[in-house]
Nanobody
Framework: QVQLVESGGGLVQAGGSLRLSCAAS????????MAWFRQAPGKEREFVAG????????YLADSVKGRFTISRDIAKNTVYLQMNSLRPEDTAVYYC????????????????WGQGTQVTVSS
C-alpha cells in the first residue's frame, strides 16, 4: 500500500508563488509516473502536471504552462509542484497521485491518491 502526503498549500495573493510537496511512502516500488491534479469548488478534478519516473519527461496542462513546474526527487520519493504567477482561478484542492505505469495523465491510470492540500489565491 502506498501513502501520499501533500504539503505546502495555503493562502497567497494573486501573482504570488507556492511550492507543493508530495512525499510517498510504503510500496512505491516500480517505475511509476506521478502527477498533480486539482479540484475547484463545483468543478471536476482535472490534471495539472505529470512527470515520468525518471523526471526526464514532464507534461503540464495548458492552463498552467509557463507558470507551474513539476519535478521529483527519486531518492526522497517526493514530487514537487512549483507554482508561480498564481491566479484566483488556480484556487482548488491539489492532489498528488501515483500512476500504475511510467507515464499517465488520465485519472483512471493512477492507483494511489493523497488527501489533498488547499491552495487559495486571493485577488
Amino acid at each position: 500500500q502506498v501513502q501520499l502526503v501533500e504539503s505546502g498549500g495555503g493562502l497567497v495573493q494573486a501573482g504570488g508563488s507556492l511550492r507543493l510537496s508530495c512525499a510517498a511512502s510504503g510500496r512505491t516500488f516500480g517505475r511509476n509516473a506521478m502527477a498533480w491534479f486539482r479540484q475547484a469548488p463545483g468543478k471536476e478534478r482535472e490534471f495539472v502536471a505529470g512527470t515520468s519516473w525518471s523526471g526526464r519527461n514532464t507534461y503540464l496542462a495548458d492552463s498552467v504552462k509557463g507558470r507551474f513546474t513539476i519535478s521529483r526527487d527519486i531518492a526522497k520519493n517526493t514530487v514537487y509542484l512549483q507554482m508561480n504567477s498564481l491566479r484566483p482561478e488556480d484556487t482548488a484542492v491539489y492532489y498528488c497521485a501515483l500512476a500504475r505505469t511510467d507515464w499517465a495523465t488520465s485519472q483512471t491510470d493512477f492507483r494511489s491518491w493523497g488527501q489533498g492540500t488547499q491552495v487559495t489565491v486571493s485577488s
